[in-house]
């Protein structure tokens, strides 16, 4: 797995703040966009990057970008790598839950609430 080592996330850091800023204020971004900055960022491709994400969804700073891009980043669906980590992040214990909406509903919820 590709590491955020402490240069690589000062080096983005910037790049984060502007995308979770848009969330916050706006509700989206766009995640292909995000993705392509980070891959020029740090000159590597999107399996990388997407590591990246997995990490990044275990803090408290930046859990909502982390979904948010996992959940958008997709060609109109969300990719089953990141089904276990959203998973975790909703409370449920696996994707295709049926209360998967209910549970991802709620989490964005906690987002709007802040």
């Keep these: 797995m590709y590491r955020l080592t402490e240069d690589r996330f000062e080096k983005a850091k910037p790049i984060l703040e502007r995308y979770r800023t848009a969330l916050h204020n706006r ?6 966009r995000l993705e392509k900055e980070l891959r020029e960022c740090w ?8 590591d990246i994400f997995k990490r ?4 408290t700073r930046y859990r909502y970008l982390a979904a948010y891009y996992m959940e958008h980043s997709g060609t109109g669906h969300v990719v089953t790598e990141f089904w276990p980590t959203l998973s975790k992040l909703y409370g449920i214990d ?21």
Excluded at 43 to 50: A, I, L, N, P, S
Excluded at 56 to 59: D, G, I, P
């Design 27 to 32: 509700g989206k971004f766009d995640a292909r």
């Design 43 to 50: 000159d590597t491709g999107y399996r990388q990057v997407k």
């Design 56 to 59: 990044l969804s275990k803090t």
């Design 94 to 114: 696996y994707y295709q839950s049926p209360m998967r909406e209910t549970k991802r509903e709620a989490f964005w919820r906690k987002l709007r609430t802040k």
